[in-house]
């Protein structure tokens, strides 16, 4: 199983629709969980982190399975301007320590 | 202003040439990290410091070298070694590992 991996879509869907993404990760002991959101030929930027129980932030929920390894990313009320690419990012080396792994993306495009 | 910052935005390499990306950063985080994203791809690890006067190679480190004598600075240069060092090169900084990264505005590299 790869470290992290994302569906790379694209996800194409009408404005107001509601769109979710999932993502697996490979290290069970991993604690640390974030989506970050990259537009075309910009920097990722943090999105959210994501907690054990759950957290949401506007229109955006994340979630975390720690049994079956993945989190999730669902958004709502879908506006032209969440088009971008969706990145996973978990830490490797378990627990607190080690790097953040990045997964490839997931595409999104919001369509009027 | 608290930030990342990368410079230059763009740069051309002729063959045989060593060039050196800048990075620096206020935000009093002890990690900085680099990567590379070729197009369509995810981001790779190239090196990372979790404390200055210490660096660790990533996934990609060949043709590329770093240094960390300063908190608030890590360059990055793209030796004559890397035969394809065409993409986008990212600069990340953050609290210490595993905790949510910051990124500059990136610098593309190009080969002339």
């Known amino acids: 199983r790869k470290e992290v991996e994302q569906d790379p879509g694209p996800f194409n869907v009408p404005e107001g629709a509601t769109v979710a993404f999932n993502c697996t990760y490979s290290n069970s002991a991993s604690q640390s969980f974030f989506w970050y959101r990259q537009d075309c030929r910009k920097e990722p930027k943090l999105l959210m982190s994501?907690?054990?129980s759950g957290n949401e932030d506007g229109r955006f929920t994340a979630q975390l399975n720690r049994a079956s390894q993945y989190i999730s990313l669902l958004i709502r009320d879908s506006k032209l301007s969440d088009s971008a690419t969706y990145l996973c990012v978990v830490n490797i080396g378990g627990g607190s320590q080690g790097n953040l792994i990045f997964g490839k993306g997931t595409k999104l495009s919001v369509k009027p | 202003d608290g930030g990342i910052t990368q410079s230059p935005k763009y740069l051309f390499r002729k063959e045989g040439q060593n060039v050196t990306l800048s990075c620096e950063q206020n935000?009093?985080?002890?990690?900085m990290y680099w990567y590379r994203q070729d197009p369509g791809q995810g981001l790779r690890l190239i090196y990372y410091?979790?404390?200055?006067?210490?660096?660790q190679k990533g996934d990609i480190a060949e043709g590329y070298s770093v240094s960390r004598e300063k908190k608030e600075s890590f360059p990055l240069t793209v030796t004559s070694a890397q035969k394809n060092p065409t993409a986008f090169y990212l600069c990340?900084?953050?609290?210490?590992?595993?905790?949510?990264?910051?990124f500059g505005d990136g610098t593309r590299l190009s080969i002339l």
């Open positions: 990340a900084s953050s609290i210490r590992s595993a905790q949510p990264q910051h």
């Open positions: 410091s979790q404390i200055v006067n210490d660096f």
């Open positions: 994501v907690y054990s």
């Open positions: 935000l009093n985080h002890d990690a």
